[in-house]
């Protein structure tokens, strides 16, 4: 080549990404995390059901929009109803904005009148990095089969506001809507918004 | 100056206490509780109404938020009818608080801003600043840690009258995040009066300030395996500097956030000419990709670029029979007749041509010139085709003495056609004296000329013909080159031939003389172009001696037209010996470029490919590892600089046992091809290892030192043990 070499400083190590991160129509991986009673979940518990995850951190602005204005809530009832387990994940670290406790977790998901099978605790965010969550909300649907069917923001306004909720296009309903009618997730893949996970490191 | 609050913690709140207080009593067994929700209720919605109440207030231009401060501001005092005027938002955060850029990356969110104004403005897109990359634990943010201002250019209605005040109102929403992030909204307006004359004002500094640029150079990008590669140009980058500074971090930000993955390592390799830039891809890429906008900075310089897919893919071009080639390549020949570089010279040639019946063998003189000067062209394709070169058609015009040599050429010929150079027309055959000093050798002579200046053009239907050409077998250039010189010679060979055509030609007069002195400009128009190729290969300060010389070799010939005899000589001589000076200068300046051309074919260690080599090579238990790569090739130039060029992988290159074959596909050709769609493939990189003809292993498409050194150090374990 006749294109010279000058420098060549920066080796290129291409990491494998430590976050294998999940890819739609792929299995999910199993997890097992400690939820608000104490108790040890496994993914693998609900095989044959629909599982929704949520990421969540309860004071991130972006979580409140859609807490504040009932559309999570709405959705996890929606989705209670037609059999569809729901997991909230927390992956914020000790010490970090919306880390809590088991009994503030209740009293949570008390107060906001909040419908989720369980509130699950991944302080060290293993979890978290193992499906490549990066903000509140992120959520994920995995099918009967374990496959991992919608990964992404929770609907198409990146935005705070709580009045855009009902412009916007509810990606995690419009997903479950078409998997429950037997068809194929539309956008099975979108970039979520929100804030950070407030991950350990 | 009346600072207001307005900022999503109060809305959402109200929002969040609103939801509680009218479903949650149904549920609450504690009427304290209930009662105490309702009393925040009560709290919150005066809040909101205390809140309305200053928002029905005039509109302040500036507003504080948690964490944050915000304000709008002008660059100048007032509105100019028909000027410009910068508005902008000014964020200050505070210290170790962030705000975004347009993409905010892993999280957050990028500021909007809603214009409204009851005047005819103008406005222009919004400009950001270059942002900077922020890490949150594993994830990273773009945005600005210290006061930025993002800003627009409104331009003023030119009937706008003066003494008017005209208000712009900015709704205003931002994300300020130190790790815990807050949202705000606010409307800011600013006033201003139409004037006639307007002042810059305190804040007009802030304006432009670590703005990017608008880059032209070219950028392309190609996705393999997961990572996505850049090949930046940065020669505008650096205008007032010599090359990147390697010690500073380049950073590609890209407009999308569904890219990149933003929290990876960039690598970036520094060529002689371009950043190459490769990236992990983001989980969300989507399927296909054509163009990507992206910002290159290195925090102080940041040039925005559309960057376009690199086809690395064979191209889908329909395959042509050799006859329908041939059918081209005379096509071509017959069309080049009519380029512009060509055209004076024939026309001219055509005009001049008499019923006289000239002797066959003076008659086909032309034909013969053009035939035998287009076989000489194929014949030294083919001999630097068989030193391992790939030349094609125009393939002199790489060499800047040989674009001297035709700009000297051109020009003389222009001086010919006004009759301000000896000479002229007995080479071009249209002198005067056309029964009497009209020979063979004369014709001939014409015939070479004509293919001479026809050399640094292409005419329709040539591209495809020359391009197979160039990479097919000896009889095949030959037969090629022969039927495009004979669409070439044709048409003036049959003027000659049939008495008739000569007939429709006018007979010559003076608007022959007015016919031939417009030609001159043609000739000009391509000299201007060979000037301008010439300049794109040499350095700026070469292309004005050349231009000097071309004057002073047109005035003496000017001189030598106006004399006779002994004289005349004396200052032809001079002139032919400017143009052979100049052009040896110049020689020995592309001597240089040639001989880099030359260290490139004869790298050490490496073996060119081709397919029986390749066999015997496997026959005789050898390793052998294929790189099939291309000039234009983004992913093969990284692997060629993080990999094959470093010196752990040279030195098993050096060992005995171990052949590392290239195949360059940079003009792609057949060989090569057969081999990549051998292993499935139709582009390149494609790296193959082979254990003898024991076993083959194809290669990942990325490539790093360690990763090839493993590979052959264990074909050589492999191969140690067999025997």
Known sequence: MKVKMIMASALLTLTAWANANVNVDQPAPDFKLVNSNGESVNLSDYQGKYVVLEWTNHLCPYVKKHYGSDNMQSLQRKYNDKEVVWLSIISSAPGKQGYVEADEANQLTASRNAAPAHVLFDPEGDVGKLYGAKTTPHMYIIDPAGELKYKGAIDSIKSANPADIPKATNYLDEGMKALLAGGEVEDKSTVPYGCSVKYKS | ?723
């Open chain 2, 1 to 723: 100056m009346d600072k207001k609050l307005i900022c999503l913690q109060v809305f959402d709140v109200v929002t969040f206490h609103i939801t509680i207080g009218v479903l949650k009593p149904l549920f609450e067994k504690s009427f304290m509780k209930r009662f105490l929700l309702y009393i925040q209720l009560a709290f919150t919605v005066l809040s909101l109404a205390s809140t309305s109440v200053s928002a029905q207030a005039a509109l302040s231009d500036s507003a504080t938020g948690p964490h944050i401060e915000v304000r709008l501001i002008a660059d100048k005092d007032g509105l100019v009818p028909g000027e410009a005027v910068e508005i902008g938002v000014h964020l200050i955060p505070e210290d170790g608080w962030h705000t975004y850029w347009k993409n905010p990356g892993d999280s957050g969110e990028a500021p909007t801003i809603n214009w409204t104004f009851d005047a005819d403005f103008e406005v222009g897109d919004l400009i950001w600043p270059i942002p900077r990359k922020i890490p949150v634990a594993h994830l990273v943010n773009y945005g600005y840690e210290l006061p930025t201002v993002l800003h627009t250019g409104f331009i003023v209605p030119k009937a706008l009258e003066p003494g008017r005040n005209i208000t712009i109102t900015a709704d205003l929403s931002w994300l300020v995040c130190k790790e815990d992030c807050i949202p705000g909204w606010a409307t800011l307006a600013i006033t201003l009066p139409v004037v006639e004359q307007a002042r810059n004002t305190d804040n007009a500094d802030l304006f432009f300030k670590n703005v990017p640029f608008y880059g032209q150079s070219k950028v392309s990008f190609e996705i393999q395996v997961g990572s996505i590669l850049f090949d930046i140009p940065f020669e505008e980058l650096f205008r007032n500097r010599e090359r990147p500074d390697p010690e500073r971090t380049w950073y590609v930000f890209p407009f999308r956030g569904d890219i990149t993955n933003h929290a990876a390592e960039q690598n970036t390799v520094i060529t002689d000419s371009s950043l190459l830039h490769t990236i992990e891809t983001s989980e969300y890429l989507p399927a296909k990709v054509e163009e990507i906008e992206i910002l290159v900075s290195d925090g102080e310089i940041g040039a925005y670029y559309t960057a376009k897919l690199n086809v690395v893919d064979a191209p889908t071009e329909p395959e042509y029979s050799l006859l329908v080639l041939i059918a081209m390549a005379f096509l071509g020949g017959l069309i080049l007749n009519v380029m512009p570089c060509v055209l004076p010279i024939l026309s001219m040639k055509a005009l001049t041509i008499k019923n006289e019946a000239a002797p066959l063998n003076v008659q086909l003189g032309y034909f013969v010139g053009v035939l035998t000067s287009f076989i000489a062209f194929a014949l030294i394709i083919i001999a630097f085709k068989q030193a391992g070169a790939n030349l094609g058609w125009g393939f002199h015009m790489q060499s800047p003495a040989m674009i001297a040599f035709l700009a000297f050429l051109f020009v003389y010929i222009a001086l010919a056609l006004l009759d301000a150079a000896p000479g002229g027309n007995r080479l071009m055959g249209i002198g005067a004296n056309q029964a009497g000093g009209k020979g063979f050798s004369s014709q001939f002579l014409t015939g070479v000329l004509a293919v001479v200046v026809a050399s640094p053009c292409t005419a329709p239907f040539m591209a495809t013909a020359m391009g197979v050409a160039l990479v097919s077998n000896t009889s095949t250039i030959l037969l090629l080159f022969g039927s495009l010189g004979l669409g070439f010679a044709l048409p003036l060979t049959l003027i000659n031939f049939l008495p008739f055509v000569a007939r429709i030609i006018p007979k010559p007069g003076n608007w022959m003389i007015t016919f031939r002195q417009f030609l001159v400009f043609p000739m000009l128009a391509t000299t201007v172009w060979l000037l301008w190729v010439f300049d794109s290969q040499s350095h700026g300060e070469l292309l004005i001696w050349l231009m000097v010389g071309l004057l002073v070799f047109a005035f003496f010939l000017w001189l030598a037209s106006k004399c006779q005899g002994w004289t005349r000589v004396i200052f032809i001589l001079p002139s032919l010996l400017l143009m052979a000076w100049t052009i040896h200068e110049l020689a020995n300046y592309s001597s240089l470029d040639y001989s880099q051309a030359e260290q490139k074919e004869s790298k050490p260690n490496v073996t060119p490919y081709s397919p029986s080599k390749l066999a015997s090579l496997k026959g005789s238990d050898q390793i052998v590892l294929v790189n099939m790569t291309a000039d234009w090739c983004i992913t093969c130039k990284v692997n060629e600089y993080v990999a094959f060029e470093q010196a752990k992988v040279q030195q098993l290159f050096a060992s005995e046992n171990i052949h590392y074959v290239e195949g360059d596909w940079t003009n792609k050709n057949q060989e090569i091809l057969d081999y990549l769609q051998s292993y499935g493939r139709s582009g390149v990189p494609l790296y193959v290892l082979y254990v003898g003809d024991k076993r083959v292993e194809v290669l990942p498409q990325l490539l790093t030192a360690e990763s090839l050194v493993n590979a052959i150090t264990q074909a050589q374990e492999e191969i140690a043990n067999e025997s």
